[in-house]
T-cell receptor, first 115, second 117 residues
Framework: DQQVKQNSPSLSVQEGRISILNCDYT??????FLWYKKYPAEGPTFLIS?????DKNEDGRFTVFLNKSAKHLSLHIVPSQPGDSAVYFC??????????????FGTGTSLTVIP | GAVVSQHPSWVICKSGTSVKIECRSL??????MFWYRQFPKQSLMLMAT?????????EQGVEKDKFLINHASLTLSTLTVTSAHPEDSSFYIC?????????????FGPGTRLTVT
């Protein structure tokens, strides 16, 4: 049962344009969401997060938007750079759930930024 | 930043043998470590949660007798795949939570590619 879904396995964007990566979740108990970036043969590295009490969090070129009613979040990268090319994972956790602080990951979206 | 290492980075073994994977937090103490498995084109799936000095908690469907986890110190957890079979071939990733950090902070290792022939 996939509780966090990334329906786009891949995305290609021209350098300088905006990249929008989407993520949907099903569990209303999730109260914290994270985006991780992963290069081949490396572990995921934390990129940005958002608490369910917010609807937007911005860090430099990266902005995460949360729509709780739609159970949807998105990561915006502006402007996109070739070095952003990687696989991006969305993750969610529910602190008060019986699973505690377990992270649930999406299947990832492979972003390619074309120079 | 916090660094987590894994060893080996890749391993090939014959069916029926056992393989041990190490996960180390290099510059922080980790009371909790997590073991994930990733199949091609699939998400990271949590296998077990390992707490220092106590037994690991396994997720539903994960065989505890097959995937032995030991968290003997605050900087080391090991995953042993016993009697490995080709279907165990996968990418195994560990993560560690800083003892001093919040429960949200997990730092991932680079992963171990296991191929069972």
């Amino acid at each position: 049962d996939q509780q966090v879904k990334q329906n786009s396995p891949s995305l290609s964007v021209q350098e300088g344009r905006i990249s929008i990566l989407n993520c949907d979740y099903t569990n209303s108990m999730f109260d914290y969401f994270l985006w991780y970036k992963k290069y081949p043969a490396e572990g995921p590295t934390f990129l940005i997060s958002i608490s369910s009490i917010k609807d937007k969090n911005e860090d430099g070129r990266f902005t995460v938007f949360l729509n709780k009613s739609a159970k949807h979040l998105s990561l915006h990268i502006v402007p996109s750079q070739p070095g952003d090319s990687a696989v991006y994972f969305c993750a969610a956790s529910a602190r008060l759930a019986s699973s505690g602080n377990q992270f649930y990951f999406g299947t990832g979206t492979s972003l390619t930024v074309i120079p | 930043g916090a660094v987590v290492s894994q060893h080996p980075s890749w391993v090939i073994c014959k069916s029926g043998t056992s393989v041990k994977i190490e996960c180390r937090s290099l510059d922080f103490q980790a009371t909790t470590m997590f073991w994930y498995r990733q199949f091609p084109k699939q998400s990271l799936m949590l296998m077990a949660t390992s707490n220092e000095g106590s037994k690991a908690t396994y997720e539903q469907g994960v065989e505890k007798d097959k995937f032995l986890i030991n968290h003997a110190s605050l900087t080391l957890s090991t995953l042993t795949v016993t009697s490995a079979h080709p279907e165990d071939s996968s990418f195994y990733i560990c993560s560690a939570r800083d003892r001093q950090g919040t429960f949200r902070e997990q730092y991932f290792g680079p992963g171990t590619r296991l191929t069972v022939t």
